[in-house]
């Protein structure tokens, strides 16, 4: 069994910002695989199914972002999978609008729902696809900037990007991690080419121990 998590905020005061970008490609895959993402479990919207021939769950904390560990490590209790079969999906600001990013293992690069992650499971060796949003501009305060909405034009090329990302996802469960990474690093969008955690900072000084969208 796969666990696959998208990272993002609950809410629609949250729907279709920046950070979300793992629960819109959470919501690409429940099209594919024709399920619903809405069974209330482990501090997250879950859904079940099949998804490359393999029986996955697909998972979107209801945590807030800087602790979405904590519903991470509730599902991973309950399933007990290995580390290489949770995927999480989630938003990258060093990376251009629809731009995408496979890993199999690697640090939280200063995203506070990941260093959550790594904190709450004690390893930081699962797969994850990056989904790059942009870097914010100069002016612009970084949670302003992950809470705000794409541009029309930016919308266009991250719609192509979410449906690669799940496609992503399915490559990996079907061939791999590597041959995700070499099919799909680079590309950009619509391109042919109770806490159980440790605490820890996020961006701005945003700590793990409260619930907050950054």
């Known amino acids: 069994m796969y666990i696959i998590v998208g990272l993002g905020n609950p809410g629609e005061k949250y729907e279709h910002t920046r950070h979300n970008a793992g629960f819109e490609v959470i919501d690409r895959l429940a099209d594919r695989m024709g399920v619903r993402v809405e069974e209330k479990k482990h501090r997250a919207l879950c859904g079940k199914g099949i998804l490359a021939g393999q029986k996955v769950v697909l998972v979107k904390p209801q945590t807030f972002m800087n ?6 490590r509730a599902v991973v209790d309950f399933y007990k999978p290995e580390p290489d079969r949770i ?6 600001i060093s990376l251009e609008p629809g731009q995408l990013r496979v890993r199999a293992k690697g640090s939280a690069g200063g995203h506070n729902g990941v260093k959550n992650i790594i904190a709450c499971l004690g390893t930081q060796e699962f797969p994850r696809i990056r989904v790059g949003i ?6 612009m305060d970084l949670a302003d900037y992950v809470l705000s909405r794409f541009s029309r034009a930016e919308r266009e090329q991250m719609e192509e990007a979410f449906r690669e990302a799940a496609e992503a996802v399915e490559t990996v469960i079907s ?3 590597e041959a995700a990474m070499n099919q799909y690093n680079g ?5 042919h080419e109770q806490s159980v955690c440790k605490s820890v900072d ?3 000084g945003v700590r793990g121990t409260e619930p907050r969208a950054e």
């Open 67 to 72: 602790l979405s560990g904590e519903s991470v």
């Open 87 to 92: 995927i999480i999906i989630y938003d990258d």
């Open 134 to 139: 942009g870097s914010k501009p100069e002016q």
């Open 175 to 177: 061939h791999g991690t």
């Open 187 to 191: 590309r950009k969008g619509n391109s």
């Open 202 to 204: 996020g961006a701005g």
